[in-house]
């Protein structure tokens, strides 16, 4: 019996030890969790963030007057090199904002953004051939989830909704409108020079337009109220707003100058604020 007794202790401090490792590890798994770290064959670690998918412009697009081909070529460019930054952007802000980040923060923004080069694109061509119609539709994207390459995608891709329709919303937080503010843009009307006779129901047009997108904008200021993190505002309306208002203002110089000089510099009054 005396010689029997060493094993069994052996076996005993061996399930013992065995016993408090698992304990200890079990004790570093649930610390990672609440420290909010994720194992690295988590899922979550595993999926990426996507790719954003564009209409083809370009496809869509009727035959080009010499005239414009080096216009239309580079504003082409500078459509897959919106598409390359958005990208970009989704990669680096994985994690970042709430379930409609992605749609306010990058997808709206970059339809604000390819409006006013598709918009370019038509009046080019306009200039010296019959303006194409409808391009405007192409200017959504969408977030691919599944991977997918970055490039615009065919024409029968689906849009995405338009970043200008106010998101479901919270209800607004105690203060109202006290505590949102309002958004305010620089005056365009008054920084044109005289309009010619023929331009003059095109500007009025847009001029009307700037004035309905930041009504929109204040109204989507208060529906957001509490939404989103610092740069909320920014990124969700200040920013597509600018979009949208560079795209107006370039139809309005672009009116005028046709016959009549060009005004410059008017897209400098495209960034609006906000005033608490």
């Known amino acids: 019996m005396s010689r029997a007794l060493p094993k069994y202790n052996k076996r005993r401090v061996a399930l013992i030890g065995g016993a408090a490792a698992l304990a200890l590890s079990g004790a570093f798994v649930v610390n990672s969790a609440l420290a909010g770290e994720t194992p690295k064959n988590d899922p979550r670690t ?83 051939a019959e303006k194409p119609q409808g391009l405007n539709s192409l200017a959504a994207c969408t977030l691919n989830a599944g991977g997918g390459g970055g490039a615009e995608a065919g024409a029968g891709a689906t849009a995405a909704p338009s970043a200008s329709a106010p998101a479901a919303s919270e209800a607004p937080a105690a203060g109202g409108n006290a505590e949102v503010g309002t958004i305010s843009c620089p005056d365009v009307a008054s920084q044109l020079p005289a309009i010619p006779a023929s331009a003059q129901a095109e500007v009025d047009r847009n001029l009307a337009l700037l004035q309905k997108q930041t009504d929109e904008a204040n109204k989507r200021l208060v529906d957001t109220v509490g939404q989103g993190g610092p740069n909320f505002v920014q990124n969700a309306i200040l920013g597509p707003l600018e979009g949208k208002r560079t795209a107006a203002i370039d139809r309005i110089a672009i009116s005028i100058g046709r016959t009549a000089e060009k005004p410059q510099g008017l897209n400098s009054l495209a960034a609006c604020t906000l005033q608490k």
């Open 46 to 128: 595993l999926a990426g963030p996507g790719t954003i998918s564009c209409p083809d412009v370009a496809s869509q697009l009727p035959a080009i007057p010499a005239s414009a081909q080096a216009e239309v070529d580079r504003n082409l460019a500078l459509l897959q090199k919106q598409i390359d930054e958005a990208n970009k952007r989704l990669v680096d802000t994985v994690g970042q904002g709430g379930p409609n980040f992605v749609q306010n923060a990058i997808l709206g923004p970059l339809e604000g953004k390819r409006t006013a080069a598709i918009d370019r694109i038509a009046i080019s061509i306009g200039r010296t």
